[in-house]
């Protein structure tokens, strides 16, 4: 299956230099690019694409107004694509806020080519773009300046069962489906089975927002998986 994707940065080079790249992939089509989050939302509700490559600072609309208004469209609307927030640094509020408005994940723009072409499919997938040791320092970059757990997510893990809530706390630790599976002496298929429950239970769209979910409840704190 090709894989659609749209370019929004307001840079013309950059976005050049992205759509020759994908474009020379045989399972990714760039099917549109635009210079500010506003056409970018314009261009993504025009064309449906599978992912939406967003740079953070943009004039007109921001990267991350604009990933609100595709991951939580008006009645009406019901393509909602995976987006993935491109930055030039890598611990950025901008991006956290992201995270939690429901896009996979963030890329440095000057990763090297392979790591855009692999974050794409990865994205694509339903996978979030987190790495453990990012997440750590991001997630608790934040949470150290806003430490008082939400009573509303504590409530919610309620809801979980005893080995979904060991899941979920391991998530947040930055640990992969396989180190979770070891951890836990599981099948990697069974870890995955638990992971789509807890994101189903928390009405979560993928891993970032379990990590993000995971410190506001309280249950594990900055420090907690050094």
Known sequence: MTIRVIIV???????????????????????????????????????????????????????????????????GVVHRPKVL???????????????????????????PPADLIAAVRVVAS??????????????ADFVQRRPAPRKDRALRLNGLTPRETEVLELIARGLSNQEIAGHLVLAEQTVKTHIGRVLAKLDLRDRAQ???????AGLVRPGDSD
């Open 9 to 75: 940065d307001d840079q013309a080079m950059v976005r050049a230099g992205f759509a020759a790249l994908l474009s020379a992939q045989a399972d990714i089509d760039v099917v549109g690019e635009a210079p500010d989050g506003r056409q970018g939302v314009q261009v993504s509700r025009t064309v449906h694409p599978d992912v939406v490559l967003m740079d953070v600072r943009m004039p007109e609309m921001d990267g991350l107004t604009a990933a609100r208004e595709l991951l939580s469209p008006p009645p």
């Open 85 to 111: 927030m491109l930055t030039t640094f890598d611990i950025d509020d901008y991006v956290y806020e992201a995270l939690r408005a429901g896009a996979s994940g963030f890329l440095l723009k000057d990763a």
């Open 126 to 139: 339903g996978e979030a773009l987190l790495a453990p040791s990012v997440t750590r320092r991001l997630i």
């Open 210 to 216: 379990a990590v993000i979910f995971a410190y506001e």
